[in-house]
């Protein structure tokens, strides 16, 4: 996502995708175990909106008395330009350059 946030238009039927989290600690197959962090962005209709998905999770740790998991996903309509804005505060995070990505959108249906 961060790589490319000037792809115009992001094609019909695919999306731009970010997640993290605690991954496996086989280097032979590295795959996500427990999804911490996670946002898409899509198409949505024919007007240039978007769509996104976040979803955000606590660790889940193993012990005698597990607590439920705790999780919290939203999803809203975006444009372009803050997509874009929100990849270069990603690329900054990323670089060491800032300490947070903020996604803010005033999008709405029309």
Request: hydrophobic content about 45%; overall charge neutral.
């Amino acid at each position: 996502m961060a790589s490319r946030p000037g792809a115009f238009p992001i094609p019909s039927g695919q999306a731009a995708r970010l997640s993290g989290g605690f991954w496996a600690r086989d280097s032979r197959s590295p795959a996500l175990e427990q999804e911490r962090v996670f946002a898409e962005v899509r198409p949505a209709g024919r007007r240039g909106t978007l769509f996104v998905e976040i979803r955000l999770a606590a660790p889940v740790w193993e012990s005698a008395d597990p607590e439920p998991p705790r999780r919290v996903s939203l999803s809203f309509p975006a444009d372009y330009a803050t997509i874009q804005a929100f990849a270069r505060s990603v690329a900054a995070v990323a670089a060491g350059r800032s300490d947070e990505a903020n996604l803010e959108s005033d999008v709405t249906y029309a």
